[in-house]
């Protein structure tokens, strides 16, 4: 006969699959000595014969269930129902993944009009005991009758009320037992029976319920979002009561192992004498530090302080442990790993290397990569934050806290932050010419756009607060307001930003800077040694370059030569080279462009030192340098004293309905090769004087933007390659160079064979990519990518989490064939997911030699290839 | 030793790889017994070897060459450079494909001042010998010497001026003796080097410009474009020279041994007699019908007709014939396939079969299916057509000549229409509002758009004339006119639109309206015994399904519920629909719809009979049913009875930066499944009707748009399941469905093998996927794309004809997985592609069931899809 139950100290940690997180959990620290109250699991098998069998219990099932609590009563001395003192139990379920949706737990039992007076006289607490049966009744009633909640909490309130009372704990415990009978009627109407005074049928009761929660509607979902299989089950544990109000030789508490908040090895928690768990979350009493019961019961704060060492010692971290003490006897009623804030996380795993506990490797997995945006950024103060009045929620675009003044236009904020304010930007949407306003705000508030709209992008790269596409913002900028609702919100009015998840607050929290500590170098340093992913940056400013190295990059995977078009001294000069009718006109206005890049990349060559750095050409299309309400157009006409016209003219033309698939990137370069060649000459005459002036090495990686069809790379290549010989003519010397391509257009992809044979590399531009194997705008998808996710359509955006079914396998497929035609060539990612952990990982799966991204991604990068490394094994060490 | 000169009686038409297309066909003439010019071929190979050994001719080849003449001298009894009857030569370039840019002809090649007086006297005309000879050094100067023709030209017109006269026949014959030494100092000066009088150097000169011509620029881009390898080579044709002028037993002339016209079988060219080819070119005289030849010379026309029935027998095809009598003897120069016309080129192939001298399937390969566009729609006059003044060029967008007065709104071309004018509706471009306009218009011309822009679609659909994407078209809607570079063209003007070309006529051209023959219906019936891809057609309304039926159409592959949308009686619901607040509202409006789409599917049905239908649900994104103007804003608030605010915030809300990438298709369903219940509800429901009240056993294919994800598939099939399984409960009856998707979204293609999990069938929407694959947006790639074919980068419009390498690959690669998880799965195309000869060609080697296009393309794909059934030899019988 198939074995469905297992007593706790039957089973293992490794039982897992068959006895739930939980069950596992219980058996492990029942097999390695500690005390923890008995009891025994029914099994996820069990869940599924279950549902196999019709959905009924079955004859030898609850024989087993019924043998392995006897074996707890034996052990115990309690019986189960005794009117004297009665055996009761928890009754909770356990599935291999914690699962939300699913009944959690019932405590007490065992209860009934019998037993509850065995618990009176055991406690020696009457109203503690007929407390305790009603608290059941309501639990029960709720999950496994299904009596809604309501129904017990209008009589209880009556009831007070009637007494003339406000608080639950002024009930007495003859108010109590009348409960107990009002909720017994209550559950006589609602289900037409009576409450089940038979313990023994409460128990098989229960372990159906939680049997069927595995099917409820809300655990299915989560299951369909998670993919999690159906097929799991869900397991049932059943666990003896113990009682920390069985007076002042008992107690309950929780403690960390170590200061989950700085990561210091002292025990860190709390505890109430003569009290049950749910005394120290109702917050009545004040608990006390988990120091002070040494002095209290010196025997069993000895014990405890010795579980935890060997809690810690066993599963080698910081544990998160409940406990509770009946009669000077502690118990043990679960243990976990302790959530800690980041800070914690690296110096634990920092001092547990050192303490010799966990390995480097392990140390390196402790960490979420996600985590350390926490190190980096700004964040708000926890316990303003709990106080905090929520408004709405956009996409957590860029990571931090921002806490300022509303301003609707970019030139109003940068007035704000001369005068001293902080000032936040709200937009529909940010475009190129509002740059100075970002630098200016403390953060950024936009309307629409995705994660990888402009407004994400560019806060990113800033390492600037950003909540991007919060929907129901709606922006009256004429009257500078914006309402959420029924709510408005004027100029100079407070909100707060958190760009960790993209809520935004009313009035001003305050915030915390960052600091990094000394084990966070050390930490860090560990990861780069385990990861075979080269890092690079996204990085278009010395300045950004700079804070990229300091992070840790290796190199700069993408450089926006576009970014360098919009500073207040050069952006008249594109516009003219734009606006010109002829080709003499555009050369007159790129050569006045030529030295202010080659500058550019003079320094930028600088400060990389002989690191690698890829350039991309133009990318954006023209009208993005361009205004395009009336009113600006006839102004900048008046300014480059040209017609209205004309100008109106020009922007018309080169409107297009579908930007992101119009005349950009190496387009712009087949009509109008002039604007590459001025900028292949800017980056090849720097990269000579870096040679010839610095003694740099410096060997430019030209990368080619938006090529779907070789040809086109080969129109490029011919034009890089005879305007680099002619700067190579004339200064009399010669530097290394690359061609190469980004690969983010889906024809690139199948095509990656033949466009292989022209370039040298390959940077995935996953992007654009998405945004066309999706036919997603990046900018529209905002608007039903929500009710994708929610209506589990989509996992995750696809725009946040490189999506690797599809995206995933068109870069596999160029991958494959760009390595068959060309086995050297050099294989990165620069879109937005070379930040993005999972998206590192799969960088790492397919075996590109580096990812790169904006520069206060840089860390999280390191560790999630070290973790891609360490997970794949396939380490160099 | 190699052989690389072979006499015309060596050779043969299956020697075109060596000899070249002319030199084959000459041999191949000289073989069946032909009066052919004697002469010899320098072969491609001799041309290769010509550039591996520097580019010199080396003496084996010179000999050879010599050899070759010397035996043309034996046989004709003439001498080269003789000075009493000289060999006369022409030497003309024969590469394997013909090729416009490399060289084409020298005449007369031989003389010198010596043998032109051995002309002069064998032809006895003095005058003649000096003109060839100048006419010599001229061609010679031009193509060999590289000495540019005005240099020549300017000296006639010098010496017509000092002589006082106008035309060159008016020249005497010392005129032109003084004009040959003229040029022969002209050629001195600009090459430093005398006039060649030996006639061998002449000769090797002349063989070495064609080699050269192989190489030329223009020849490069020629081959690049059309993928003609560089390796070829092309061959050299060396003939001797017959005289039409040789007095009045000589002549010229040219035929067809076919009218060209209409097919009927009866010589039809002309001739002119004592003269040169050139004269006819030159229309100095009036040829006469070549009947007349019978009158004036019995025996060479009885020889002519003779030879004529030979070369159709062994062409077996319409031949156009070039001849020369010399003094009564026949002389054929060339032979060719006959151009002729769409009618003729049916009744030939009609007629040939009946004669026994071709098969079917070979009449089936002898008419482009393009061609077939001729017969379908209007024609210009031939005549009238060169008169006319070309304005500018846009893209061909539908086929047909037009010719009306322009209108700038579709409100003025309705009114226009019901006065009796025939308008034409001149845009910006068009969109759904407008279909009224074009439904009034003779023929649509837009300034922006693509091959598959809305305008270019539907006037498709209608088969009516449309020129889109005319980019030098600049309208000024609110003055009423529009300029193409200077020129005005205002309300009323006349204009005339070739939608075969693109071109734009000034004024009015008379326009000819198609005739089907008898012989059209045999040809299309003999066409679907070889095909084996079914045609479909794209068909939205009962008159667009019945047109196709007639040209064949065996089922609807896209039937596009949108369209049905714009009614006017409809719009104003569905604009109620959208602007709704909640779900209630929303479905009140759709319940209005319910009905209109129920009768418009059922009509359909009934016009299809038990022929498949696939209906698409709604596709387009909903802000295409709004106004985007204020002014078009606030009229339809103050119509819909709401106000302008409420309406502009939706008109907002709508607004996307990039639709194409937007909130359309499925996605629609995902936020709003109730627009799809309502369709589907309409479908079955109409189903339903058609079998309980018709008697039709209808099985509508329902048809999921722009799914990229199968989660999306998955939901709406969860909805159509539901709302038929609701339909036929009602109804107490049920019917078959299909549920099927597009393929559009490049994620689909690699994804395809989960989706086929849930799609019974698979249509390829091969604009959208063109459009994403490339990453280009129809809308605007007019913008760029000329340039790019222009430059070579793309051969042809992708939007036109499917790009196999890439967007095939992703259509390749969706057939494969589609299939392996689905072996019997319904595949089929309705891009626009499913229209185009040589995309259907690809859909036939893909394997794909059927191709749909557009009511007027049906009779060109069932053409297109039998010749791809004989290409491939993959013919059913």
């Known amino acids: 006969m198939e074995k469905f139950v297992y007593d706790f100290k039957e089973g293992s940690k490794e039982m897992k699959p068959l006895l739930g997180g939980k069950g596992a959990n219980l058996a492990e620290m029942t097999k390695i000595g500690l005390p923890v109250p008995h009891g025994f699991t029914v099994t996820t098998e069990a869940c599924n014969a279950y549902y196999k069998k019709g959905s009924t219990l079955w004859e030898e099932l609850k024989e087993e269930i019924f043998k392995h609590l006897q074996s707890i009563e034996t052990v115990s001395g309690k019986v189960f129902g005794d009117v004297n003192n009665p055996l009761l139990v928890s009754v909770r379920s356990g599935a291999v993944f914690s699962m939300p949706g699913m009944m959690d737990t019932i405590l007490n039992l065992g209860l009934n009009d019998q037993s509850v007076e065995g618990l009176a006289k055991a406690t020696n607490n009457h109203r503690f005991a007929y407390d305790s049966y009603r608290r059941f009744i309501q639990m029960f009633g709720d999950v496994v009758l299904q009596i809604k909640k309501y129904k017990f909490e209008h009589a209880m309130e009556k009831l007070k009320e009637s007494r003339n009372v406000e608080l639950d704990i002024d009930l007495t415990s003859e108010d109590l037992k009348h409960l107990v009978e009002d909720f017994k009627k209550i559950t006589l109407k609602e289900t037409g029976e009576e409450f089940p005074q038979d313990v023994r049928q409460q128990l098989l009761m229960a372990i159906e319920a939680v049997f069927k929660s595995w099917n409820n509607p809300r655990a299915k979902v989560y ?36 200061n989950p908040s700085n990561g210091e090895k002292v025990l860190f928690g709390e505890f109430l004498m003569n009290a049950q768990g749910e005394d120290v979350v109702a917050g009545i009493r004040t608990p006390k ?7 209290r019961m010196p025997n069993a704060y000895q014990s405890f302080v010795e579980v935890c060492g060997i809690l810690e010692d066993h599963y080698r971290d910081m544990q998160d442990i409940e406990f509770t003490i009946e009669k000077g006897n502690l118990f043990i009623l679960q243990t976990r790993n302790g959530k800690r804030t980041t800070h914690a996380a690296i110096n634990i795993a920092v001092d547990m290397v050192h303490e010799g506990l966990i390995s480097k490797k392990e140390a390196i997995m402790r960490v979420e990569p996600q985590q350390l945006d926490q190190l980096l950024h700004p964040t708000f103060d926890e316990r303003e934050l709990e106080k905090a009045e929520i408004i709405t929620k956009g996409l957590p675009a860029s990571a931090g806290a921002a806490s300022g003044r509303v301003y609707f236009s970019p030139e109003d904020v940068v007035k704000a932050n001369a005068s001293g304010e902080k000032a936040i930007l709200v937009r529909h949407e940010t475009s190129p010419e509002d740059i100075e306003g970002m630098v200016a705000s403390v953060g950024i508030l936009t309307a ?57 607050f009313t009035g001003e929290i305050k915030t ?16 780069d040694d385990f990861r075979r992913l080269k890092i690079r940056t996204n990085a278009d400013t010395p300045r950004d370059t700079r804070q990229a190295i300091e992070f840790g990059a290796e190199g700069i995977g993408l450089c926006r030569t576009e970014h360098m078009f919009f500073e207040d001294t050069r952006i008249p000069v594109v516009r003219q080279m734009i606006v010109s009718r002829t080709i003499e006109q555009r050369k007159n206005a790129l050569q006045q462009l030529l030295p202010m890049q080659r500058q550019d990349f003079l320094e930028i060559f600088e400060v990389m030192g002989e690191r690698p750095v890829t350039i991309r050409l133009l990318d954006p299309p023209l009208h993005e340098f361009l205004p395009h309400e009336d009113e600006d157009v006839k102004a900048l006409a008046q300014t480059m004293e040209i017609s209205y016209q004309q100008l109106k003219e020009v922007v018309n033309d080169l409107k297009e309905f579908n930007p992101m698939l119009g005349h950009r990137g190496c387009r712009l370069a087949i009509t109008y090769p002039e604007i590459y060649q001025m900028q292949v000459q800017a980056i090849i005459e720097a990269a000579v004087i870096a040679k010839v002036e610095r003694g740099l090495e410096v060997i430019p990686e030209i990368m080619v933007p938006l090529v779907g069809e070789v040809k086109e790379l080969e129109f490029v290549k011919e034009l890089i390659i005879k305007t680099a010989d002619e700067v190579f003519e004339e200064k009399g010397t010669s530097v290394q160079y690359l061609i190469g391509t980004m690969i983010e257009i889906p024809r690139a992809c199948v095509t990656a064979d033949i466009i292989a044979k022209e370039a040298e590399f390959f940077s995935f531009g996953t992007n654009d990519l998405t945004q066309m194997a999706y036919g997603f705008s990046r900018d529209d998808a905002g608007s039903f990518i929500k009710e994708y996710i929610d209506k589990a359509i989509l996992e995750k955006d696809p725009f946040q989490r490189i999506d690797r079914t599809g995206v995933g396998k068109l870069m596999e497929i160029a991958v494959e064939l760009g390595k068959k035609a060309r086995p050297n060539i050099k294989l990165g990612i620069c879109g937005e997911h ?44």
Not at 512 to 519: A, E
Request: net charge neutral; proline share 3%.
């Open 223 to 258: 299951r369909k979002i998670n993919d999690i299989p159906e097929h799991l089950g869900t397991a049932v544990n059943v666990q003896m009561m113990v009682f920390g109000n069985m007076g002042e030789t008992s107690g309950t508490g929780v403690a960390f192992t170590r």
């Open 289 to 295: 530090e988990i120091k002070d019961l040494q002095e």
């Open 834 to 877: 070379g930040g993005e952990p999972n998206s590192i990982e799969f960088c790492h799966l397919l075996g590109l030699d580096y990812v790169s991204c904006s520069p206060f991604r840089v860390p999280i990068a390191r560790l999630a290839a070290a973790q891609a490394a360490i997970n794949s094994k396939d380490q160099l060490k």
């Open 448 to 504: 629409r756009g995705g994660m990888t709209s402009h407004a994400a992008v560019v806060a990113r790269g800033m390492g600037k607060c950003c909540v991007a596409g919060a929907g129901e913002v709606k922006i009256h900028e004429a009257i500078k307001q914006f309402k959420v609702r029924d709510q408005v919100f004027h100029e100079g009015d407070y909100i707060s930003l958190n760009g960790n998840t993209g809520e935004i």
């Open 512 to 527: 915390q800077n960052p600091q990094l500590s000394g084990n966070f170098e050390v930490y860090m340093k560990w990861a």
